[in-house]
Protein backbone atom coordinates (compact mmCIF):
# COMPACT_ATOMS: atom_id res chain seq x y z
CA UNK A 1 0.00 0.00 0.00
CA UNK A 2 1.07 3.89 -0.66
CA UNK A 3 2.85 5.27 2.56
CA UNK A 4 0.37 8.41 1.92
CA UNK A 5 -2.66 5.76 2.65
CA UNK A 6 -0.93 4.61 5.80
CA UNK A 7 -3.21 5.67 8.84
CA UNK A 8 -1.35 3.82 12.00
CA UNK A 9 0.48 1.15 13.49
CA UNK A 10 -2.02 -1.86 13.90
CA UNK A 11 -0.14 -2.07 17.33
CA UNK A 12 -2.14 1.56 17.77
CA UNK A 13 -5.51 0.52 17.50
CA UNK A 14 -7.50 -0.44 20.61
CA UNK A 15 -10.23 -3.46 21.01
CA UNK A 16 -11.56 -1.32 24.24
CA UNK A 17 -11.83 1.85 22.23
CA UNK A 18 -11.56 3.51 18.99
CA UNK A 19 -8.18 5.94 17.77
CA UNK A 20 -9.81 8.56 15.66
CA UNK A 21 -8.48 10.02 12.26
CA UNK A 22 -9.26 12.63 9.71
CA UNK A 23 -9.57 12.09 6.40
CA UNK A 24 -10.38 14.61 3.20
CA UNK A 25 -13.76 13.90 0.69
CA UNK A 26 -12.88 16.55 -2.24
CA UNK A 27 -12.61 20.13 -0.32
CA UNK A 28 -14.72 18.46 3.13
CA UNK A 29 -12.80 17.00 5.80
CA UNK A 30 -14.51 14.20 7.77
CA UNK A 31 -13.58 11.96 10.79
CA UNK A 32 -14.13 7.95 11.06
CA UNK A 33 -13.09 5.88 13.89
CA UNK A 34 -10.70 2.16 13.71
CA UNK A 35 -11.60 -0.32 16.26
CA UNK A 36 -9.80 -3.89 15.87
CA UNK A 37 -11.83 -7.14 16.72
CA UNK A 38 -11.27 -9.93 18.80
CA UNK A 39 -9.67 -11.64 15.50
CA UNK A 40 -6.94 -8.70 14.57
CA UNK A 41 -9.24 -7.29 11.65
CA UNK A 42 -9.82 -3.42 11.65
CA UNK A 43 -13.00 -1.70 11.09
CA UNK A 44 -13.38 1.64 10.20
CA UNK A 45 -17.02 3.56 10.66
CA UNK A 46 -17.54 7.79 10.21
CA UNK A 47 -17.74 9.35 13.20
CA UNK A 48 -21.40 10.00 13.73
CA UNK A 49 -24.34 8.85 15.18
CA UNK A 50 -26.92 7.92 12.95
CA UNK A 51 -29.74 8.99 15.62
CA UNK A 52 -28.19 12.97 14.83
CA UNK A 53 -25.25 13.21 12.50
CA UNK A 54 -24.31 16.40 13.96
CA UNK A 55 -23.28 13.70 16.73
CA UNK A 56 -19.65 12.78 17.71
CA UNK A 57 -19.16 8.92 18.87
CA UNK A 58 -14.97 10.22 19.38
CA UNK A 59 -14.64 13.55 20.55
CA UNK A 60 -10.50 12.85 20.45
CA UNK A 61 -10.52 10.58 23.26
CA UNK A 62 -11.56 7.20 22.15
CA UNK A 63 -15.32 6.37 21.89
CA UNK A 64 -16.67 3.94 24.76
CA UNK A 65 -16.70 -0.19 23.65
CA UNK A 66 -18.00 -1.87 26.12
CA UNK A 67 -19.24 -5.40 25.78
CA UNK A 68 -18.63 -5.48 21.45
CA UNK A 69 -20.64 -2.32 21.07
CA UNK A 70 -19.41 1.20 20.47
CA UNK A 71 -22.00 3.38 22.65
CA UNK A 72 -23.06 6.76 21.83
CA UNK A 73 -22.52 8.92 24.62
CA UNK A 74 -25.35 11.54 23.97
CA UNK A 75 -28.07 8.97 24.04
CA UNK A 76 -27.14 5.66 24.31
CA UNK A 77 -27.13 4.03 21.31
CA UNK A 78 -25.30 0.79 20.79
CA UNK A 79 -23.68 -0.17 17.55
CA UNK A 80 -21.98 -3.37 17.08
CA UNK A 81 -18.31 -3.47 16.82
CA UNK A 82 -17.96 -5.70 14.20
CA UNK A 83 -20.98 -4.32 12.16
CA UNK A 84 -21.77 -0.98 13.07
CA UNK A 85 -25.80 -2.00 13.13
CA UNK A 86 -27.52 -0.05 16.22
CA UNK A 87 -28.99 -2.96 18.10
CA UNK A 88 -30.56 -0.42 21.02
CA UNK A 89 -31.44 3.35 21.50
CA UNK A 90 -33.34 5.74 19.36
CA UNK A 91 -31.69 4.44 16.19
CA UNK A 92 -32.53 1.01 16.64
CA UNK A 93 -32.17 -0.55 13.02
CA UNK A 94 -29.72 1.97 11.34
CA UNK A 95 -25.89 1.12 10.50
CA UNK A 96 -22.99 3.61 10.74
CA UNK A 97 -21.50 4.17 8.04
CA UNK A 98 -18.21 2.62 6.86
CA UNK A 99 -14.71 3.76 5.81
CA UNK A 100 -13.01 0.73 3.77
CA UNK A 101 -9.66 0.84 5.55
CA UNK A 102 -7.31 -2.30 4.88
CA UNK A 103 -4.66 -3.85 7.25
CA UNK A 104 -0.95 -4.63 5.41
CA UNK A 105 2.06 -6.20 7.19
CA UNK A 106 2.06 -4.35 10.75
CA UNK A 107 -0.07 -0.87 9.68
CA UNK A 108 -3.63 0.13 8.88
CA UNK A 109 -4.55 1.24 5.86
CA UNK A 110 -7.26 3.53 4.24
CA UNK A 111 -8.67 1.64 0.99
CA UNK A 112 -11.50 3.73 0.07
CA UNK A 113 -9.93 5.56 -3.18
CA UNK A 114 -11.99 8.49 -2.69
CA UNK A 115 -11.43 9.42 -0.09
CA UNK A 116 -7.64 11.27 1.55
CA UNK A 117 -5.88 10.52 4.91
CA UNK A 118 -5.53 13.94 6.61
CA UNK A 119 -3.90 12.95 10.15
CA UNK A 120 -4.49 11.23 13.62
CA UNK A 121 -7.04 12.93 15.70
CA UNK A 122 -9.65 15.47 15.05
CA UNK A 123 -10.07 17.33 11.93
CA UNK A 124 -9.74 20.51 13.82
CA UNK A 125 -13.47 21.65 13.09
CA UNK A 126 -15.80 22.56 15.95
CA UNK A 127 -17.94 20.08 17.18
CA UNK A 128 -21.52 21.01 15.74
CA UNK A 129 -22.92 18.67 19.07
CA UNK A 130 -25.34 20.78 20.30
CA UNK A 131 -24.97 21.77 24.08
CA UNK A 132 -28.42 22.21 24.91
CA UNK A 133 -29.27 18.47 24.28
CA UNK A 134 -29.03 16.51 27.36
CA UNK A 135 -26.41 13.78 26.79
CA UNK A 136 -26.64 9.75 28.18
CA UNK A 137 -24.46 11.41 31.15
CA UNK A 138 -27.21 13.42 32.11
CA UNK A 139 -25.38 16.75 31.06
Given at each position: ????R?I ?30 D ?23 G??V ?6 C?K ?13 F ?38 D????S ?7
Amino acid sequence: MDDDRRITGLSEVPTDGTLLFTFRDGFDLGEAILTKLDDGSVVAFRNYCQHWTDVRLDKGSGALVRNGDIICQKHGATFGQETGYCDFGPCEGATLDTVDVEVSGDAVYLADDSLDFEHLGPSGEHDLSSGSRIDFTGT
